[in-house]
């Protein structure tokens, strides 16, 4: 072991998978200065080759296995894992990412952060008591709360009843170098024959899981197909992303005879290239934080259709930038493609002010100085610990 004088920040995430909320973190290690912190993630469950997006070299991942050992040995583990990497700070995600907080005070572990991004399927308003009370018996191990939207914020302030002075909001930032309007569309990335010049491709990425809903995004565009005749040969639907509905989303597409029509790559990593071949972006979540795809969408240029949920009303300047509908709403989805699909020019109008908007409010260098700054505040001077 060598000693460095750089604090450490001990990441507990669920796992490092494709994800909007695992690219953030990626993105924020990247991007924060090496000289300032180390970083180290633990995985309440495991990690894939994601981790291969991190640049650095010096960030240590564990699996800690959950669902294999058990909450109480995984517990244990973790309080084990802090007495060893003597973290400054510890900074959990979401509702998993409480079970490390307990463990990391008996460790020693001066201060932990806790993060809120979103909603899972079951518990897509937040409304169920015993997420909401497991929250409110860990709050005392919290130094800080960090929300990436104003409506998680009104969560843990009214619901869990934390002190609005102990809650930050900062919103996920993008990279908008990277992703930039494209000046030509490739079709290198699709199989051959899949699209043509005077195509319109609708794109989505996301795990494939229940609360993406994609299943409603490939209803609506069967039935745009079928309603819209002057334009449906020329249409065609992304659906990026690998997860436990991949099966059953393909086999709904051959199901309403939009097979041909609809390509599923999986995930890929050319997250940038891909959206630079799409014409409309659509994120069909039955709920969301704040979605770091419909981010890279708006900064690559996209016009955006979106669900009426969560921290997309954050993002989205509805007539704007683009669209919303009610989760789940086929017709009004529908109507919503179809308006774009046949619109060039509301296409153009809207793609503009997106890219405007991320480029002004959603800065991945605002995000990262956020961050920095919430960490400075907590790690203090000559705290270090060692990997």
């Keep these: 072991m060598t000693t460095d004088s750089r604090p450490l920040i001990l990441h507990v995430i669920h796992h490092l998978m494709m994800g909007g909320m695992e690219n953030g973190l990626v993105n924020l290690i990247n991007n924060m200065p090496e000289s300032r912190f180390r970083h180290a993630i633990a995985c309440v469950e495991n990690y894939s080759d994601f981790r291969d997006r991190l640049t650095r070299s010096d960030v240590e991942i564990f699996a800690l296995n959950r669902s294999r050992i058990g909450v109480w040995k995984m517990r244990i583990a973790l309080f084990n894992l802090c007495r060893l990497l003597k973290p400054a700070l510890v900074h959990s995600r979401n509702q998993s990412g409480l079970d490390a907080l307990l463990p990391a005070r008996l460790a ?26 497991l ?29 609005p002075a102990r809650v930050t909001q900062v919103y996920n930032g993008v990279d908008t170098e990277r992703f930039a309007p494209c000046m030509k569309k490739s079709f290198d990335l699709f199989p051959p024959g899949f699209a043509q010049e005077d195509s319109i491709v609708i794109g989505t990425i996301g795990r494939l899981q229940p609360v993406k809903d994609q299943a409603t995004l490939i209803r609506a565009f069967a039935e745009l197909i079928k309603g819209y005749p002057e334009i449906s040969t020329r249409m065609r639907l992304v659906i990026v992303g690998d997860g436990p509905l991949s099966g059953s989303l393909r086999a709904l597409a051959a199901t309403l005879g939009v097979d041909k029509q609809t390509w599923f790559p999986g995930a890929l990593n050319k997250v940038p290239e891909v959206l630079c071949t799409f014409d409309i972006f659509v994120l069909p979540s039955l709920s969301e934080g704040i979605s770091n795809t419909i981010l890279e969408a708006m900064a690559s240029g996209l ?61 991945l260098i605002a995000m990262v100085e956020n961050y920095q700054s919430i960490y400075e505040q907590y790690c203090g001077n000559g705290l270090s610990g060692k990997l």
């Design 135 to 163: 929250r409110r018996l860990h709050s005392p191990f919290v130094s800080r709360y960090i929300t990436v939207s104003e409506n998680l914020e009104q969560y843990l302030i009214d619901r869990i009843g934390i002190v």
């Design 108 to 133: 020693g572990v001066r201060h932990c952060i806790h993060g809120e991004h979103g909603w899972d399927i079951d518990n897509l308003n937040g409304d169920k008591w015993k997420p909401a009370l």
């Design 303 to 363: 016009p955006i259709i979106a669900t009426a949920a969560g921290g997309n009303l954050e993002l989205v300047q509805d007539g704007h930038s683009g669209r919303f509908f009610e989760p789940g709403n086929i017709a009004s989805l529908t109507r919503l493609l179809a308006d774009y699909s046949t619109n060039a020019l509301l296409r153009h109008t809207h793609a503009s002010t997106a890219r405007r908007i991320a480029i002004e409010r959603f800065s």
